[in-house]
């Protein structure tokens, strides 16, 4: 029997409507398909994110793995190719992968060891950041989402969102972070991104002392790469701190990474405000202490 854990029920309802409950409806069934069809068994209890079931279980020839059940959509399509792509080298290993269902068998890692306890978030963030300049080494493949495509679609959404915007201070912040987008928008780069690097999606491995996992691969500037680090985690003061770290690891052009970064709140900005929401101060926060 596998127990559906009730908050990933709850995300799938909430992000994926009727699709997330038909995904979660036959969780039990595709979860015991593939137990049989890999020759696995299960290994303790399940973990889960937003968007995935985790199963730790044991192969056939007795090494540990787990089993990563989750609905296909853009973000996760990807992730089995960047895995492929970095073979181990920075990340997670892919052991098997079935592209009907993106049903991923990945490596066994410590859940017990996360970089997120890690009591210094400088060393922390240094952590990310050699992680980082490790996957972002390697051209993105064909075919991965692009962030000139992103970067694109994201500019011509801002005028109507800027109108949404009541906050004359939110508004500016928003428009100016959008007109930083456009400085290096014709220049979006080429390599493999992870796209959501943070503390809790760095965990420590038998063969390395940390390796990242959960990517959503897209080709484009690491630039756009150091957000998470810097919102996982949040210290107001240690957001200047954590970036010039980042970039300086990661050899960046330091006005091309804070245009990125600028960016991802954008993006994030953008989401918010189309589904009603406000901007979320910490957001705001991070955005004003890079704008200067």
């Known amino acids: 029997m596998i127990d559906i854990p009730g908050d990933l029920a709850e995300a799938q309802e909430r992000y994926n409507g009727a699709a997330g409950r038909a995904f979660v409806a036959g969780l039990p069934d595709l979860a015991a398909a593939f137990l049989d069809r890999w020759r696995l068994r299960l290994d303790g209890p ?81 952590v990310i950041a ?86 959503k691969p897209l080709a484009g500037d690491p630039g756009f790469e150091l957000w998470p680090a810097l919102y996982n985690r949040f210290d107001a003061a240690e957001v200047r701190p954590r970036f010039d770290a980042m970039t300086e690891v990661l050899g960046l052009d330091r006005e091309r990474a804070r245009a990125w970064t600028l960016g991802r709140f954008l993006q994030n900005a953008l989401w918010d405000v189309e589904d009603g929401l406000p901007v979320e101060e910490r957001q705001l926060e991070i955005a004003r202490r890079l704008r200067g």
């Not at 079931?53 to 793995?65: H, I, N, Y």
């Not at 011509?156 to 928008?185: G, N, Q, S, Y």
Request: net charge negative; glycine share 8%.
């Open 46 to 126: 399940a973990m889960n994110g937003v968007s995935a079931l985790v199963l730790p279980v044991v192969r056939a020839d007795g090494g540990p793995a787990v089993l990563k059940l989750q609905l296909p959509d853009e973000e996760s399509e990807g992730e089995p190719v960047a895995l492929r792509v970095w073979d181990g080298a920075g990340a997670v290993r892919l052991l098997d992968h079935d592209p009907a269902t993106g049903t991923m068998l990945l490596e066994r890692l410590d859940a017990s060891r996360m970089l997120s306890a890690v009591p210094d978030t400088r060393a922390a963030v240094v």
């Open 130 to 215: 050699r992680l980082l300049a490790g996957l972002t080494s390697r051209a993105a493949p064909p075919g991965m989402r692009r962030l000139g495509d992103i970067a694109g679609a994201m500019l011509e959404r801002t005028p109507r969102t800027l109108e949404r915007i009541a906050d004359p201070v939110v508004r500016r912040l928003v428009a100016d972070c959008a007109a930083a987008v456009r400085e290096v928008v014709a220049e979006p780069g080429d390599r493999l991104l992870h796209w959501d690097l943070h503390f809790e999606n760095v965990l420590a491995a038998g063969r390395a002392d940390w390796l990242a996992i959960d990517p």
